[in-house]
């Protein structure tokens, strides 16, 4: 009899012969639940003293009989020797609500499972340690990394802790892993690094000696030195792609060619086919309007092509490759206009794209007040899922979102597959109807670094995150109309570092779900209400070395803890007593940027219209904490609060020359 079977005919036993004792307990678990209070959650995120706390009343009321117990550790046991790795049993969705963050019998001490390197991609580096045990959430680990042929280690951040966190508690429960997840940033492209992983947990069971990896950062895609072949209108461009063979260029000469057209062609690894305006005038790639469901550019399951050059317009979607997805496509340096969406691929094996310096530009006349028709008329700028993909230096504007991974749903069972290692930086973002960057639905190792935001709904989301790390890095916000940090859903693992963000309402106002989230050195800017509204169900998730701007003579600082607990702070001092956050917290005001008053709700400003450097005198000034490879270099003597050091120029936005 196969494993499988077996263990399902004896759980029927065991629920035959319990069934009472077992309702009886389901009954109890039912009248324990949390009662629903304003917007707070039905589902409690329990700490270990509620777990322990509900164990013992259980047992004081005797539901849980000698027998009955024993048996439910006997089918926890076949249930876990099913799964010799353990760690999918203990992840995965449910249609009911999950109750508590600690599945399985508890151990403290760690042992380590599967290492998972994710996709690199130019800049960045991802890794995943699965482990089982820890229970008490102990154990860290430690990473260091150099170019390969060096001598000399340097730090890079630890990685997070994840730790059963429940996302997207209200719509599709979902429990995420038990592992240590985490990126080394910020890389030279094409280069070899060795990183090296030390766990620790005091309660032992950590390897002995450190984990060793060499991987190498990928490099921007390059065309290959293949054959040319020229398209002209008249002749269109499927007869020059049908003679097209991997690692050749067709070179697209001025005119209108009118699409569809589906490519099913693939190029191979380092010899995409190329399609390349030839520069003698705008080769334009047409749809057939943005009214119905046409797509100029339609792939599936096609891999390795290039466009470069070229002008979309007048579509439902530009470029769109469904089910299964394509690897290995570079969209680059291409202007997108009169569109609903820009770039589509929502397939999870979609993986490694590059989408750089392009011009994208959707149908919305205005992006303020949003709208009653939800994400309409124009919908997403850039909409990705799968691994790998990295999306710099693009300008998009007039979308309802302008950049986002796309609304999967929950992540698929296989976690070689999950969301993983996507970049978006560099990225000129503004005229969002709703949000500019959407990072929801991503599991980890998802990088969101030195974008620029303005005229938008929102600025930040992760709605919902599966896990984490997402790293929000020195991102400027300004004119945001409503939230900075869109954190619904119960997102979990957010790590935000030196983001400096300006709304016209509160500075930093997200519902009080978001869990494992940890920020520093943040500038939250708002212009009326509270400075910060928010909390956490996790009591693990900090916050520290921010500034805040106060926006209202009576309301400052209001903090929901994990136990639920509503907190009113009239100084962040107050707030550092009172929870033992922001200890090196600070008060700031608009007087600290160089040139930059509260914005106005919906007024529509330009980036020449106010300059968010830091004045030298600024209290906030050398008063941030140093985060290994996100403050290297700081001036003075300690890094400064928000997006921009004193002394560095700001990045570029938006294409390159
Ligand atoms: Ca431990
Ligand atoms: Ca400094």
Not at 37 to 54: A, F, K, S
Not at 384 to 402: A, L, P, Q, T
Request: with cysteine; proline share 6%; charged share 20%.
């Amino acid at each position: 009899m196969r494993r499988g079977s077996f263990r399902l005919i004896v759980t029927l036993l065991v629920a035959v012969a319990y069934r009472g004792t077992m309702l009886a307990a389901i009954d109890e678990l039912r009248r324990n639940k949390a009662p629903f209070v304003n917007n707070l959650p039905p589902i409690r995120t329990l700490t270990e003293n509620q777990v322990m706390t509900d164990k013992i009343r259980m047992r004081q009321r005797g539901h849980l009989s000698i027998p009955f117990r024993i048996l439910l550790v006997l089918a926890s046991c076949l249930i876990c020797t099913g799964r010799a790795t353990a760690q999918p049993s203990l992840i995965g969705r449910s249609k009911e609500a999950i109750q508590g963050t600690k599945p399985g019998r508890r151990v403290d001490a760690v042992r380590a499972g599967r290492f998972l390197v994710d996709p690199p991609t130019l800049e960045n580096l991802g890794f995943r340690w699965y482990v089982s045990g820890d229970s008490n959430r102990n154990a860290t680990v430690a990473v260091a990394y150099r170019e390969k042929g060096d001598s000399e280690w340097t730090g890079a951040l630890p990685m997070l802790r994840v730790y059963h966190e429940i996302a997207n508690q209200d719509y599709g429960p979902y429990r995420v892993g038990n592992l240590f997840a985490g990126s080394v940033l910020f890389l030279k492209p094409v280069t070899t690094y060795e990183v090296q992983f030390t766990m620790r947990d005091p309660d032992g069971g950590a390897p002995s000696e450190p984990k060793l990896v060499s991987v190498a950062t990928r490099g921007e895609p390059i065309a290959s030195a293949g054959n040319v072949i020229h398209a002209n209108a008249p002749a269109g461009l499927m007869a020059a792609y049908a003679k097209a063979r991997p690692g050749d260029t067709i070179l697209i000469h001025a005119g209108l060619y009118n699409g569809p057209f589906e490519f099913k062609k693939s190029g191979e690894p380092g010899k995409p086919i190329a399609f390349r305006g030839a520069g003698d005038g705008e080769a334009i790639l047409q749809g057939g309007g943005t009214g119905g469901k046409s797509r100029i550019v339609s792939i599936a399951g096609t891999d390795h092509l290039m466009f470069e050059d070229l002008t979309f317009r007048s579509a439902h979607m530009a470029i769109y490759s469904g089910k299964p997805g394509s690897a290995g496509i570079t969209i680059r340096r291409c202007r997108i206009k009169d569109v609903v969406y820009g770039i589509n691929t929502q397939a999870k094996d979609s993986r490694d794209w590059y989408v750089a310096d392009n011009e994208i530009v959707g149908i919305n006349r205005t992006w303020y007040p949003r709208p009653e028709a939800y994400m309409s008329p124009a919908h997403t700028g850039v909409n990705v899922y799968g691994r790998g993909h990295v999306v710099c230096y693009n300008r998009i504007s007039r979308f309802s979102d302008s950049l986002a991974i796309a609304n999967f749903g929950p992540p698929v069972d296989d976690v070689e597959q999950h969301c993983v290692a996507i970049d978006f930086y560099g990225n000129d973002l503004s005229w969002a109807q709703d949000d500019t960057i959407e990072a929801d639905y991503g599991c980890h190792n998802v990088r969101v670094y030195r974008n620029r935001c303005y005229n938008t709904h929102t600025a930040l989301s992760t709605q919902p995150f599966y896990g984490g790390p997402v790293y929000l890095i020195r991102n400027e916000a300004y004119s945001i109309t409503a939230l900075t940090f869109k954190l619904n859903n119960y997102p979990a693992g957010i790590l935000a570092y030196n983001n400096t963000v300006c709304c016209a309402r509160q500075g930093f106002t997200p519902p009080a779900i978001w869990q494992n989230g940890h920020f520093r050195n943040n500038l939250f800017m708002g212009g009326s209400g509270y400075a910060m509204e928010t909390g956490s169900p996790t009591p693990y998730s900090t916050l520290d070395y921010n500034g805040y701007r106060r926006n209202s003579e009576e309301r400052f600082l209001k903090w929901i803890d994990s136990d639920r607990h509503i907190g009113r702070y009239q100084s962040v001092e107050e707030l550092h007593r009172a929870t033992g956050l922001e200890q090196h917290g600070l008060q700031v005001d608009y007087d600290i940027f160089a040139g930059a008053r509260s914005p106005k709700e919906g007024e529509t400003y330009s980036p020449a219209d106010y300059d968010l450097r830091l004045k030298p005198q600024a209290n906030c000034v050398d008063a941030g904490t140093s985060i290994p490879q996100v403050t290297v270099a700081f001036s003075g003597t300690a890094p400064d609060l928000g997006c921009y050091e004193q002394g560095h120029d700001p990045p570029h936005y938006g294409p390159r020359e």
